[in-house]
Structure formats: C-alpha cells, structure tokens
C-alpha cells in the first residue's frame, strides 16, 4: 500500500512547498492526516465541503488542493466550519494542498499548462506576484483572436476582456492564472501587449484600454485546473494510484 508519509514527501520535494513564500492561509503542504495510507486520489481547486463531500463519495482517502481548506483563515471550530473539520476526520480524508507552489512550478503548474495547451514558444518565468515570480511569457504564432479562441478550447471557459484588433499578430504574450489582473501595470512596465489571466476585474479592464494592452480573462477557476491534474498524473504515474478530478466551477 502507498503511505501518505511517502506521497507527502514527494509533493514537498517536487513543489518547493518550504521554500516558497505564500499567504499564511494557504497552509501549504499537508493540511490534514488520514490513519497513514493511500488507495484513492482525488483532485479539486477549492476545498468547499461540496468538494470534501464529492471526494467521500468517490472513495477518496487523500484530496489534492490548490486552495485549502483554510482559506477562509482562523476561526472557532463551530457550525459550517466545524462540518468541515469532521467530514475530514470521520472519513479518513487526508488533505494536502499547494498555492503558489503549483501556480509557478516550471512542469506541472496552473501557468506551465496554461503556457503548453496554448502552444507557446521560447517560455521563460515572468510576472511577479507578491515577489514571487510565478508567470510564463512566451511567443505565440497566431493573431489575438486566434489566441482568445485558443484560450478558451483549452479552458472550457468563455473568454472575456479587452482586444483592440482580433487580426493583431499577438506576439509575445505573459500569462499569469487566477486573480493577477492587477499586474497589468507590472505588464505595461515591461513593455508587453497581451497578458493573459483568470479573474476579471472591473477596473482591469479601463486599464488595459487606457495602456492599450490585450487582456483576456478565462476564470478564475478554469485557468487553476492545469496544475492539480499534474499532480494526478504525477501520483498514477510514481505509485500506480487511481485519481479522479472534482470539477466544481464557481462561475468565476
């Protein structure tokens, strides 16, 4: 049997999980322990107790994360929190979760498939988060609208934002998942023209037509479903486990 001390120590290797700096709520690494072993996998980007449920229900004894279940922060141990905590326990859950860890790993990160599924070019690490730099830029062959049409086969997401010329070529264009709009100014400093992200914001979207940028939103969600899946295929492949994707979409 696979012992959750040894897939553990993998994902902790592999991931940087003590050398990366993150949001104290993130709680990177293992975040809840089972009786010590391993026979089912599953994956998820939040850790909802939809989720936990969904994973229960599947016959999952380990859930991978990208956001954990504390990331709503400290709190009492009491009502919705506290069914939470026991559905973990009462079911043999383990939970392991990793933010900025997957978002920047160079192979199995939400921005290294992001990057891949585009079919971009030449990559190299771009966008700092935070001082973290955890983005990809790289060239892409087509024009804007090829890459927006393109963004959204490899999401299943409905691609929104701002593009001032569908026929453009889209050149070199940095990527950055999640809730990175905000580095759009980081983007216009480095003299990029099309930045690609997760979350739309508002006033993200007045900037990049004021900078003249190419900014296109595919959901939060849906750009930080690459990584997680890594991670499923990483663990198949090292110990022959069975793994199953949760899908559970915020809409955003």
């Not at 569908?166 to 930045?195: D, L, N």
């Amino acid at each position: 049997m696979t012992t959750l001390a040894d897939i553990t120590a993998l994902l902790d290797r592999e991931l940087r999980i003590a050398d990366i700096k993150d949001a104290p709520v993130a709680l990177n690494g293992l975040q809840v322990e089972n009786n010590g072993y391993v026979t089912k996998v599953a994956l998820a980007v939040d850790g909802s107790q939809k989720t936990l449920d969904d994973a229960v229900a599947a016959g999952a004894d380990l859930l991978l994360l990208h956001h954990g279940i504390f990331w709503s922060g400290l709190r009492p141990i009491t009502g919705w929190w506290r069914r939470k905590i026991r559905t973990c326990l009462e079911h043999n859950l383990a939970v392991y979760a990793a933010h900025l860890p997957l978002d920047l790993h160079p192979t199995l990160g939400n921005n290294a498939g992001l990057s891949a599924g585009l079919g971009l070019t030449d990559t190299a690490p771009e966008v700092d988060y935070h001082g973290v730099s955890i983005g990809v830029a790289g060239n892409y062959p087509g024009t804007v609208g090829e890459l927006r049409r393109r963004l959204a086969e490899i999401t299943g997401s409905d691609v929104t934002g701002v593009v001032r010329d569908p026929a453009a070529p889209a050149g070199r264009v940095a990527v950055c998942s999640g809730g990175a709009g905000e580095e759009i100014y980081q983007m216009h400093a480095k003299g990029y023209r099309c930045y690609i992200t997760g979350e739309e914001n508002h006033w993200v979207r007045n900037a990049a037509q004021d900078m003249g940028i190419d900014i296109l939103f595919a959901g939060h969600y849906a750009t930080e479903t690459f990584g997680v899946k890594s991670l499923g295929r990483l663990l198949a492949d090292t110990f022959g486990l069975p793994t199953l994707f949760i899908d559970n979409p915020t809409g955003m």
